[in-house]
């Protein structure tokens, strides 16, 4: 992708995301307060975060791989089930998928 | 208003905007994996400054993605700034000019800590000084972990690699466990958007099947469990 496309990429998608936020300062609040604005706002979230998780995790372009990532995102489940602070969790990972790089 | 309650205001606030600023720093490492300059990563937590978003949006870039598909996944994640900003307005007044500036701050934090502020007039207190504290640092960590990524050799970089997918599920794991509400359905809702976006990685370009799995899962209606109604009965 070329830098230029990069730049509208993230020069579009912020003023996106300022408008969305201008918009619940200035709209009825009755427009918001949608069942289906409730329902994006409820389980988009957890669906799209899920699915940048998977093909973080788990993808190479078109390819599924399982490779050192995968000790990461183990051990960064473990971590979180602990309730280890979100730095920990961090560096938890990326040393486990360090060192299964080094091992590997 | 006692000076004590504002003062416990202030200590809360800007404590949160510390903590939450330093994970700037794994933002601008992402950012860097993704393929993003320093200026880049610099503009996000700049301009569009809501945590989320942008993660989403180097997530998808850094996948291979689209630029399309990449800013509709951070405009996705943005909708939720639009409900916390109805919430805000009984509580800031935002009126006038005032409002451009007000909504550039509209995100998780600074809601919830204008929501919690024991007093009306603690709450726009509670709003700048967590607003201010988080954009400072998330933007000065932003350019720590940019350039610090950049000059990693090869074994940082796998650690890198771990780190990314971590975060995301360092992100998403709250909403699994209660108090959030329903968190059983958004376990289910997780799960399948996850399922969906690795059966599709094969056949469609990149990116695009992290979309597709929100579409995918919004469109099968919700799981067992919730009473809202489903996608059909909301279009009859």
Redesign the interface.
């Given at each position: 992708?070329s830098?230029t496309?990069?730049?509208?990429?993230?020069?579009?998608?912020?003023?996106?995301?300022?408008l969305?936020?201008?918009?619940?300062?200035?709209?009825p609040?009755g427009w918001?307060?949608q069942?289906?604005?409730?329902?994006?706002?409820?389980?988009?979230?957890?669906?799209?975060?899920?699915?940048?998780?998977?093909?973080?995790?788990?993808?190479s372009?078109?390819?599924?791989v399982v490779d050192?990532?995968l000790?990461?995102?183990a051990?960064?489940?473990l971590a979180?089930a602990l309730r280890a602070p979100?730095?920990v969790?961090?560096i938890l990972?990326?040393?486990?998928?360090?060192l299964?790089?080094?091992l590997a | 208003m006692s000076s004590a309650a504002r003062t416990a205001t202030l200590r809360d606030a800007i404590g949160l905007g510390v903590a939450v600023g330093l994970y700037g720093a794994a933002f601008g490492a992402a950012a860097d994996a993704a393929g993003l300059n320093l200026w880049q990563a610099v503009s996000l937590s700049a301009l569009m400054f809501t945590g989320a978003s942008q993660f989403a949006l180097v997530g998808v870039l850094g996948a291979g993605g689209s630029a399309l598909a990449a800013a509709g996944s951070a405009l996705l994640l943005g909708t939720r700034n639009t409900v916390y900003g109805v919430r805000l307005v009984p509580l800031l007044k935002p009126s006038g000019i005032r409002r451009f500036g007000t909504a550039h701050w509209v995100i998780d934090e600074t809601t919830a800590m204008s929501l919690a502020a024991p007093e009306r007039e603690l709450s726009r207190l509670a709003f700048l000084a967590t607003g201010a504290s988080i954009y400072l640092m998330w933007n000065a960590m932003t350019v720590v972990g940019a350039l610090g990524a950049a000059s990693l050799g090869g074994t940082a970089r796998a650690a890198l690699d771990s780190i990314v997918p971590a975060a995301f599920l360092a992100l998403l794991w709250p909403r699994l466990r209660k108090p959030f509400p329903e968190a059983g359905v958004q376990r289910r809702v997780a799960v399948g958007g996850a399922v969906v976006a690795l059966a599709l990685t094969p056949f469609v370009p990149a990116g695009v099947q992290v979309i597709a799995a929100v579409v995918a899962v919004a469109l099968a209606g919700p799981p067992r469990g919730s009473d809202r109604p489903t996608a059909a009965e909301e279009m009859a």
């Open positions: 992708m830098g496309t990069l730049w509208v990429a993230v020069l579009a998608a912020s003023l996106g995301c300022y969305l936020k201008l918009a619940g300062l200035s709209v609040a918001v307060e069942p289906w604005v409730a329902r994006v706002v409820d389980f988009v979230p957890a669906a799209l975060l899920a699915a940048l998780v998977a093909v973080q995790a788990f993808t372009g078109r390819h599924l050192a990532r000790a990461g995102l051990v960064a489940a979180l979100f730095i969790v961090l990972a990326g040393a486990a998928g360090a299964v790089h080094v | -």
